[in-house]
């Protein structure tokens, strides 16, 4: 634990002026951004006695190590620059409303030749127009159903699309008049694009004109005497209407707007969102945060509007934002959502009528999230914590491990020899942060040695990282052989700078390394920390047979009850290194099985290839072809037709595979083991599921 006297600026360095501030801990990762009219003012606050601060705030300072600025010309400025800095370093201390990307939203894709109307989670993209959040999916397919009678535009996919071009007949939605079926040009381009603007302007509230319009059609279709088409036209009012009826008029007056309303205690705030467009509620979501620092309610409400707008322009951005209580100060909030939206945007509290009414209801929404937010998390944060402390008590550990890696070592029959590290911060994966690793120091099956050269990779490049002023070179792989990755996601990069706050490789130390095995691999991890100089992270292994928690230079294993807390959360990490670990060997496994002779025929692309294994069947026919008859195939000249000859010349055929049940060779004419229907890419193993697994480690 730092103490803030250690690094608190000297009288008179601050600059009275506005800006931005960063703290920053030992290992140079940005912790918290902030923002102040006059950055000395505001510093100031923190370095008071820690005995008058917030809980939180105090824990923030005493977790710095340094501070920072970056002075600018204007309050806008500084909001601007505070929201780029949170977005990019992703501080742990900030005021962060969980992520609405889980949310679904109507969108239109105006920028294809044909739009198409579907549902749509995540970033929003460029061209796109968006209608909500909803709280459901369902809620939006409901409604696209109805819409879909009177503005019958494109809803399918880009395959059933070609499909559908390819062999001249339009999918079911097409035959029932669901869809214009602009795929077999019952409808041109110009025509489809127009019915799109017609299905985005009465998803934006200008229900009006369409209504009249339907109304007086059905008027005159009765009065020249055709019934069906009035009838047509009535069903297409009445499904409109029903439409409507799904988000009842709340402001008489055609509003667009957006209310937020906020529920608070001493720890966290509930944030909710409903967003009014032509006097409807047209959608609705929340976010809950913890609070970080002693923070106002207009604070938690300049948070909740960054968050909220931060990506937007246009009129995305309405022209009236109603809150619970305003920033302080308003001007440089109430400007910045001028500028995203273009022109001028209202950000004030209701006083009166029927908008705060609604913003009364806005509010009873955000109390009751905060309740089931609370009443869901009380027992998992309580879990989490008896877990930590039940394993430094168990461990002899100084303080709870916040930060606990695994490491499993994954292979099969000493093929393919693979090891996963996973990270537990706060009880929770974080897999951003999961490294993958080829065993590269020898070859063959050999767990503690594996696990010895496992850790060292790791905590070498830990100390490099501690000790180096510039970046790692970009490569495939890592310096020593390690592939990031998050989730199953290989992710390559270079290693961030020092200064740039954001966490990098192998940058941020565990206060617990835990490996999946016992006392031979806890030894070689504990070895391995040993000889690397490293006296500050404990060690322990969890065997899989008895689920035994072994220490290094201990005889006897730790025995946690089975019912422990502590025992499960060790669990939970081996289980998903070990996870980890076995989905990247078999990847690594089934990518070996795929490969050909002619993928290292230098020259001869993926086209050529297929030509080649068409023409001639199979890789074995290949392999006893003439140059002449190579020459044959369509783009394959002489020099090819040779190198392609002296490459599989020198290539040793694959062995054929043989099922060890029953004795038979299993030939499939290419000289590629065969596969199973389930699992595309795995080689066939003899034995029951149970045997099979046992070769697998």
Not at 262 to 283: P, T, W
Not at 477 to 489: I, L, S
Not at 583 to 603: C, H, I, N
Request: aromatic share 6%; glycine share 8%; hydrophobic share 35%.
């Amino acid at each position: 634990m730092a103490d803030p006297s250690s690094y608190r600026p000297r009288p008179g360095e601050i600059p009275d002026s506005p800006g931005v501030y960063r703290f920053r801990d030992e290992h140079r990762r940005v912790i918290y951004v902030g923002k102040a009219k006059s950055l000395r003012q505001r510093l100031a606050n923190y370095f008071q006695d820690l005995a008058s601060l917030h809980p939180r705030t105090r824990t923030m300072v005493t977790t710095a190590a340094s501070v920072e600025w970056t002075v600018v010309s204007t309050e806008v400025e500084a909001l601007q620059l505070e929201y780029s800095w949170i977005k990019e370093y992703d501080p742990r201390f900030n005021v962060k409303y969980r992520d609405d990307k889980s949310y679904p939203y109507l969108a239109v894709t105006m920028n294809e030749e044909f739009p198409r109307v579907q549902v749509m989670r995540g970033h929003k993209k460029k061209g796109v127009r968006y209608f909500g959040p909803y709280g459901h999916a369902w809620a939006i397919r409901d409604t696209v159903d109805l819409l879909l009678r009177v503005f019958p535009v494109r809803t399918c996919s880009a395959g059933v699309f070609k499909n559908a071009a390819r062999t001249g007949r339009p999918c079911l939605l097409g035959y029932i008049g669901k869809c214009s079926a602009p795929c077999v040009e019952r409808i041109s381009p110009d025509d489809h694009r127009d019915l799109a603007d017609e299905f985005c302007d009465f998803m934006a509230g200008r229900t009006g004109t369409y209504l009249r319009r339907l109304e007086r059609q059905m008027a005159e279709a009765a009065d020249e005497m055709e019934y069906e088409r009035a009838a047509r036209l009535r069903d297409d009012i009445g499904a409109l209407k029903k439409a409507m009826e799904k988000s009842a008029v709340v402001l008489a007056d055609a509003t667009d707007a957006d209310l937020i309303a906020v529920a608070e205690d001493e720890l966290e705030a509930a944030v909710q969102i409903f967003h009014v467009r032509g006097g409807r509620v047209r959608g609705q979501r929340g976010w809950v945060t913890d609070k970080v620092e002693e923070i106002t309610t207009g604070a938690l409400v300049e948070h909740a509007l960054q968050q909220l707008y931060g990506e937007e322009t246009g009129d995305a951005v309405p022209k009236e934002v109603l809150v619970p209580a305003l920033p302080d100060p308003v001007e440089p909030v109430q400007q910045w959502l001028t500028e995203r939206r273009g022109s001028g945007v209202s950000l004030r509290i209701p006083q009166r009528g029927d908008k705060k009414a609604l913003m009364e209801t806005v509010q009873r929404n955000a109390q009751q999230a905060l309740v089931l937010h609370k009443t869901k998390r009380a027992s998992d944060l309580t879990t989490r914590s008896r877990a930590l402390e039940e394993i430094a008590d168990a461990l002899d550990l100084d303080s709870a491990p916040l930060r606990i890696e695994c490491y499993d070592i994954s292979h099969l029959q000493g093929d393919d020899v693979v090891a996963s590290m996973v990270v537990f911060e706060d009880g929770l994966a974080r897999k951003s942060e999961y490294r993958r690793f080829q065993i590269k120091g020898f070859a063959g099956q050999d767990d503690v040695r594996s696990m010895h050269e496992v850790i060292t990779r790791r905590f070498r490049r830990y100390l490099a990282e501690k000790e180096k002023t510039g970046e790692w070179a970009d490569g495939e792989d890592g310096a020593d052989g390690t592939e990031a990755g998050g989730g199953e996601q290989l992710t390559d990069g270079p290693a961030l700078k020092d200064d740039d706050g954001r966490p990098k490789r192998f940058a941020y130390p565990p206060q617990l390394v835990v490996v999946d095995g016992g006392q031979p691999q806890v030894a070689a991890a504990q070895r391995a920390l040993d000889e690397l100089g490293i006296d500050d992270i404990a060690v322990c292994g969890l065997a899989k047979r008895l689920e035994e928690v072994w220490l290094p230079r201990e005889d006897d294993p730790v025995v946690l009850p089975r019912t422990s807390e502590g025992l499960y959360l060790l669990q939970r990490v081996r289980d998903e290194a070990h996870r980890f670990a076995i989905t990247y060997q078999r990847a690594k496994r089934a990518k070996r099985f795929r490969s050909s002779p002619l993928d290292d025929v230098p020259g001869l692309g993926e086209t050529r290839r297929q030509a080649l294994i068409k023409h001639f069947g199979s890789v074995k026919k290949l392999r006893s072809a003439t140059i002449d008859q190579i020459c044959e195939v369509p783009g394959i000249g002489r020099k090819t037709a040779e190198t392609v000859a002296v490459a599989l010349a020198r290539a040793t055929p694959a062995a054929p595979a043989v099922n060890t049940a029953t004795g038979e060779i299993i030939d499939d004419e290419d000289g590629a083991p065969e596969t199973t229907a389930d699992a595309p890419g795995e080689p066939v193993t003899a034995g029951t599921p149970d045997e099979r697994r046992g070769q697998e480690r």
